[in-house]
């Protein structure tokens, strides 16, 4: 089955700066690519995915890249913000029917401090 | 719409004792998922429903975890009887028939303490 290997565990960066946190995968036939934040005592909530036919995509501060060769894929949080503090998850899928399940990493605590 | 709906928030039991967590999905959404994060470790598939039937339940743990949905609205996730290692968040996710993986929604979870 699917593994996913996400580092680092915790990551602290001075506000304003830069977060990059990282996953590897180990099923080819992986093609989705979602990242989950979740704030504390609330739910995950979907921040940002990628399929397996593009590189890179970006919302504002946040873009992920993904390279398919190496199987990995990371987040990357630029002009951070104390609201950007949370837990943060990478996960994998192969987006077969009936095969719809996520395989997680462990999640990174990202912290910004002021 | 309303959210994935999940209860108790909190439970905090005795090991052998029994528990029952419930997952209202949003209303319409026929794909059902159940996930546990014990303790600091990923958050890790449990099963999932297509309505009212089992379409994967490879991560169930063992037979003491009996997930139900019957009539493909709510589902329960019952836990009997308990031990010190089923302590962790138990996740519910639920999606519209064609969404799959993309259109995840998830409660808030259920924080189970087995002491």
């Known amino acids: 089955g699917e593994n996913v290997e996400q580092h680092p565990s915790t990551l602290s960066v001075q506000e304003g700066d830069s977060a990059v946190i990282k996953c590897t995968y180990s099923?080819?036939?992986?093609?989705?690519f979602p990242w989950y934040k979740q704030e504390l005592g609330k739910r995950p909530q979907l921040i940002i995915d990628?399929?397996?036919?593009?590189g890179e995509k970006k919302d504002q501060r946040i873009a992920v890249t993904l390279n398919k060769t190496a199987k990995h894929f990371s987040l990357h949080i630029t002009e951070t913000q104390p609201e950007d503090s949370a837990v943060y998850f990478c996960?994998?899928?192969?987006?077969?029917?009936?095969?719809?399940?996520?395989?997680f990493g462990t999640g990174t605590r990202l912290t910004i401090i002021p | 719409e309303a959210g994935v709906t999940q209860f108790p928030s909190h439970s905090v039991i005795e090991k052998g004792q029994t528990v029952t967590l419930r997952c209202d999905p949003i209303s319409g959404h026929d794909n059902l998922y159940w996930y546990r994060r014990v303790m600091g470790k990923e958050i890790k598939f449990l099963l999932h429903f297509v309505k009212e039937s089992k379409q994967d339940e490879s991560g169930m743990p063992n037979n003491r975890f009996l997930a139900e949905r019957t009539g493909g609205t709510y589902s329960t996730l019952k836990v009997q009887p308990a031990e010190l290692e089923d302590s962790g968040v138990y996740f519910c996710a639920s999606s519209h028939a064609t969404g799959g993986v993309y259109g995840y929604t998830f409660g808030s979870g259920t924080r189970l303490t087995v002491v």
């Open positions: 996960a994998a899928s192969p987006l077969d029917f009936g095969n719809e399940k996520l395989t």
């Open positions: 099923d080819s036939a992986s093609n989705y």
């Open positions: 990628i399929r397996s036919n593009v």
